[in-house]
C-alpha cells in the first residue's frame, strides 16, 4: 500500500528533524541529564514536526538502549513506537476524545506501570479542545502524575490551554521552518524517489507550504501524481493555483507608465481564464511585499521566500520604484484583499482596487512640489499613456489607508522663478475648484459672499446686536466689554474675569454662527478692555495690512498658479 511523502520521510532520530533547533538542544540536554518533565506543551503552526517530536521523545525514553538520545531504532519498543502501535504509547486525539468522561479513563489507566516499556508515555494531539472541566479533571493527576508517566500535550493555538495546565508543563514553541530548509529537505526527497525536478519547482512547493513541511510533502506527492517523475514549474504553479513572478510583474509593468487599460485587461485575462480573484490579490500582496523588503534589505535576505534567481529578479523589478511608492501599493492591496472576501462582484472590486493602484503612482509629497516651485524649477512628472478618461492635474489627498504619513498632490508643471520667503506665514489647504475658478482675493468662499465678515469694529456691533436679538443679555454684556478683533477663521476676546463664563459659553459661538455664517475658533485671553477704540481699530487695520502683504507676495501668488483651486485660510503674523 503506497504511503504519502509526508508518513514515508518521518523524521527517526533528532538528527533527522529540520529546523526547531531550540527544542532538539533542550531535549537532548534533559535526556543526557536525567531531567526529564512529566509534562510538555508543543505549540506551533500546523507542519512544523509536533508529534514526530513528541514520538521521537517516547522512542528515547523507550528504547531498550535508553534513556537515550540517539535510539536504536532496531529494538522491539523502537520499531512499535515508529509504527504507532505500542501499547505503552498512547496518542489521543484530543478533537473527538474532549469530554469529561474520557478524561477520566486516562486518569484510571494512569494508575497502572506500562506493560513493557520504561515510561507510559500519553501524546495528546489538539489539546486545546478539551474542554475545561475534563481539564480540571485531569488537573491534579497532571500536576503530580506517577514517576512512570509522562504527557506531551500538541496544539496549534497555545492560549487556549488553561493557565492552570501550562503552569504545569513545560513549553516549546515550535517555529515555521525556514524556506532554504525546506527547500534542501524536498531535493532530498526528490533525489531518493527519483524525481527530476528544479530549484523554480521546488520554491513554488516551498512557497504554498508557508513553512509548514508536512504542507509542503503534500504538495510534492499532488505535484508528483499530477505530472510524474519530471516536474515543470507551469504545470505545477497551475495545479496548486499559484501565479509565477512574470505573471505578477504584469501589474508593476502597467504600474510604471501608468497603464489603466492594461490593468482591466489583466483582470480580464483572469477572469477568462478562470483564476480565483482573491487568490491573486493575496499573491500580488505577497508579491509587494517581496518588493519592498527586497528594496529595503536587497538581495540574498532570508526575509524573502524566494530562490536566489527570483530575488534578482525582483531587485531588478524594485528598482523601479520608491520605497514610499511599493508602501502604499502593498497597503492597497491588503485592503482589496480584504474586500474581496466578502464581495458579490470581485471582478469589480478588483478592476477598481488595479486603478487606485495606478492613481496611487501618480502621486508625489506636497513637499516636494513646493520645494520645486520655490526653487523655480517643475517638479517631475510621471508619464502615462494618452486616455480620453485619464484627467490630470486635479489636487487629491492621501487617504488614512494609505500608510504614507505625508501629505501628496499629483505631478504638475507650475511655473518658473522663484522669490525670497514672505514675512506672515500662509496656512493654505488646496480645494478641489475647477481649474479656471478666479484666484480666491476675487472670489471669496460661498459662506463669506453670502454673508460678508465684519471688519475692524463692526465684530462688536454684530455680535452684540445679534445677542441682544437672540435675548442674551448676558452674552451681549460680556461682548460690550471685551476688545474683539478676527483673522478670517478665528476670533480673539480680550477681557476681564468677570467675562469669562459667557464668553466660553456655547452660547457665544451660536451668536458667531449667525453673524459669520459659519462656526469659528474662539479664544479668549484675560486683561482689560482697551478704553480708546481709535486702538482697537489700529490693531484691526494692522492685522488687515498684513494679511494684505501676505496676499501680494510673490510666492504666495506663484503657490496660487501651481493650485488654481486652493483659497487662503488663515494667514498669522510670525513678527507678533
Known sequence: MYQVLARKYRPQTFEDLIGQQHVRTTLNNAIAQARIAHGYIFAGQRGTGKTTVARLLALCLNCSDGPTAKPCGKCSSCLEVAAGNSVDVIEIDAASNRGINEMRELRESIRYRPARDRYKVFIIDEAHQITNEAFNALLKTLEEPPEWVVFVLCTTEAHKIPTTIASRCQQFAFRSVDFAEVVDRMKWICEQE??????????????????????????LDQAIACCGSKLEASEVRQLLGMFSLESLHEVTAALEPGDSQRMLEIVQELERNGRNLQHFCRELARYFRNLLVTKVAGTGTGLVAASEGEQERLAEISGAFSEEDLTRYLQLTLDLFRDLQHSLQPRLHLEIGLLKLVHAGRLMPLEEAISAASQGGAPPRQPAPAAPERTAGKTVRAKKTEPATRPFVTRQSPPAEAAPAPAEAVDSAPSPLPADAPPPEEAPPASEAASPEPEGSGWK???????????????????????????????????????????????????IQKVAGRPMKVVVEVGEAESKPDQAKARVEADEEAAERAMSHPEVRRFQEVFPGSHVRVIRNLKQ
Open 461 to 511: 456691533d454684530r455680535l452684540h446686536a445679534q445677542a441682544v436679538e437672540e435675548g442674551m443679555t448676558f452674552i451681549a454684556d460680556a461682548v460690550e466689554h471685551s476688545d474683539i478683533s478676527g483673522n478670517g477663521a478665528e476670533l480673539k476676546f480680550v477681557a476681564s474675569r468677570e467675562w469669562l463664563l459667557a464668553l466660553r459659553s456655547g452660547d457665544l459661538q451660536k451668536v
Open 194 to 219: 527519483s524525481v527530476e525536478t528544479d530549484d523554480e519547482v521546488l520554491g513554488v512547493l516551498a512557497r504554498s507550504g508557508e513553512g509548514s513541511v508536512r504542507d509542503s510533502l503534500s504538495a
